[in-house]
């Protein structure tokens, strides 16, 4: 019976237009919620509940920062009014459009936009208008690109954004821009911080549990430490590989090469990785957290640790 309501509810969920793919945390999954029209309450499972429009209101949820976290919104066929909450606000459509966000112009992140069955018009806000299809289509818009807004899509950017010579990194800033933010899953104070590009979960706070106390480890009795660490609520942390390890630095910077508002108390030294040394198997690789570069050390040296859950 249990299975059942939970059925129909999550239809009413779908009917109503709630996408179940939205990603109300940023923690690359989907997150079961509902939009109840009457009252403008909105309600996202184990997640958030609040009051955000109003009866008549189509709610459309999306990445609209492309951060990796879905935004809640609403569109009024009645005035063309998209809201986004805590976003924006604006005008665009009309009575009768179907409202059609999607990444119009793949630069990863969801666009405003409509269709209007009775010309075969798609506008997508400050990007593009065009004329294809007709009465009684079905219009499917364009889903965000390499699932940017998913987590564990694509490559980040390097932190560099000043152009030295022509060509060189600072010219096509390729990538991902960084983009985190931090949680307290377990309620208990042991912070996260989540990376909305990458998808993976990192111990926040170099002090605390989860990088072990701020404590240096050689990387045999690293490894069994992550293998029994219970942080945050999950018991499923891991040293990280060498390049899941770099994937936090930012190399347009100097001195502390990491984001400090999410990565408080990292320490300007060397942090080990799991990955080994396929040449000489007694060392393993290590990233140093003042100028970013790799190295490998032999493992029964002391350094320190950073955890990482998610991406396998």
Avoid: H
């Avoid at 990603?23 to 009051?51: H, K, M, P, Q």
């Avoid at 269709?115 to 889903?143: C, E, K, M, N, Q």
């Amino acid at each position: 019976m249990k299975r059942v309501l939970f059925v129909v509810a999550l239809a009413l969920a779908l009917v109503v237009g709630v996408s179940s793919a939205a990603d109300f945390n940023g923690d690359g999954t989907g997150d079961i919620a509902i939009f109840r029209e009457s009252s403008g309450l909105w309600s996202v499972r184990g997640v958030s509940r609040f009051y955000f429009g109003t009866t008549g209101d189509l709610p459309k949820p999306s990445d609209w920062e492309g951060s990796g976290t879905d935004l809640p919104a609403i569109f009024r066929g009645s005035s063309g009014l998209w809201a986004i909450r805590g976003f924006s606000r604006v005008y665009f459509g009309s009575s009768g459009d179907k409202a059609k966000p999607g990444d119009y112009n793949g630069d990863g992140t969801e666009d405003i936009g409509i269709f209007r069955a009775s010309s075969g018009l798609w506008a997508a806000r400050g990007v593009t208008r065009v004329y294809f299809g007709t009465s009684g289509d079905r219009a499917i818009a364009p889903d965000v690109a390499d699932g940017y807004s998913r987590g564990g899509g694509g490559l980040l950017k390097t932190g560099q954004f000043t152009e030295y010579s022509s060509g060189d990194d600072g010219t096509y800033q390729a990538g991902i821009a960084f983009s985190y933010q931090t949680a307290d899953p377990a309620g208990n104070g042991e912070i996260v911080t989540i990376d909305n590009v990458t998808g993976l979960m990192w111990a926040s706070d170099g002090n605390a549990a989860g990088c072990n106390f701020g404590n240096q480890t050689d990387w045999f009795s690293a490894l069994e430490c992550y293998n029994n660490l219970t942080f945050g609520g999950y018991d499923d942390w891991r040293l990280p590989n060498v390049k899941e390890l770099q994937s936090i630095i930012d190399y347009g910077t100097y001195g502390f090469i990491v984001d400090t508002t999410y990565f408080p108390n990292t320490k300007l030294d060397f942090y080990w990785s799991s990955t080994t040394n396929d040449l000489i198997t007694s060392n393993a690789w290590r990233v140093y957290f003042d100028y970013g570069y790799v190295g490998y050390n032999n493992k029964t040296l002391n350094r320190y640790v950073r955890g990482v859950r998610g991406g396998i």
